[in-house]
T-cell receptor, first 110, second 114 residues
Framework: SQQGEEDPQALSIQEGENATMNCSYK?????LQWYRQNSGRGLVHLIL?????REKHSGRLRVTLDTSKKSSSLLITASRAADTASYFC??????????FGKGTRLSVIA | DVKVTQSSRYLVKRTGEKVFLECVQD?????MFWYRQDPGLGLRLIYF???????EKGDIPEGYSVSREKKERFSLILESASTNQTSMYLC?????????????FGEGSWLTVV
């Protein structure tokens, strides 16, 4: 049961540019989380936004949530080569396991 | 810091072998999960456990079983490995309460079945 779907599948930008990734989901949620995965490694939690929140910031990350459209976006400002990774959104409702999307592969070119 | 440790980073096994993937977490988390990750398919949930000796099937449990004899340890078992089980396996844990709690991942176990 794939819940979140990220868009685009892959994104390539120059260092210093902003990167925007989108996530759409299908059913009602309690919260939405974004995770990052460096190549060949485990996933690391970035940020969580609750269903009653519309926007959240953490450092260079900005996440928005539109529950009416069942969508979220992750913005990374002033990207760096070290931001190169795959980014996943994940959702759940109640105490269910997180369901992950297929991810966006971000390449930041120095 | 929470640490989720997967005992084997890279394994090569033969078709038909029984394979054990071990996962240990050090933060007394109640919930533990096994996912597999394949190119183009993202992460798919195999099994999860919300407490010792409890287990629940995820989306793709066929060909797998699990064991949770102790709170900190969650083992994934491939009873008879097949080539279509070649994949990266990710273990994760989180505290009780679920929603709103961060899930912590291990570094992954790359399994090749030949």
């Amino acid at each position: 049961s794939q819940q979140g779907e990220e868009d685009p599948q892959a994104l390539s930008i120059q260092e210093g540019e902003n990167a925007t990734m989108n996530c759409s989901y299908k059913t009602s949620i309690n919260n939405l989380q974004w995770y990052r995965q460096n190549s060949g490694r485990g996933l690391v939690h970035l940020i969580l936004i609750r269903s009653n929140e519309r926007e959240k910031h953490s450092g260079r990350l900005r996440v928005t949530l539109d529950t009416s459209k069942k969508s979220s976006s992750l913005l990374i400002t002033a990207s760096r080569a070290a931001d190169t990774a795959s980014y996943f959104c994940a959702t759940n409702s109640g105490n269910t396991p997180l369901v992950f999307g297929k991810g966006t592969r971000l390449s930041v070119i120095a | 810091d929470v640490k989720v440790t997967q005992s084997s980073r890279y394994l090569v096994k033969r078709t038909g072998e029984k394979v054990f993937l071990e996962c240990v977490q050090d933060m007394d988390h109640e919930n533990m999960f096994w996912y597999r990750q394949d190119p183009g398919l993202g992460l798919r949930l195999i099994y999860f456990s919300y407490d010792v000796k409890m287990k629940e099937k995820g989306d793709i449990p066929e060909g797998y079983s699990v064991s949770r004899e102790k709170k900190e340890r969650f083992s994934l078992i491939l009873e008879s490995a097949s080539t279509n089980q070649t994949s990266m396996y990710l273990c994760a844990s989180r505290p009780q309460g679920g929603s709103g709690n961060t899930i912590y991942f291990g570094e992954g176990s790359w399994l090749t079945v030949v």
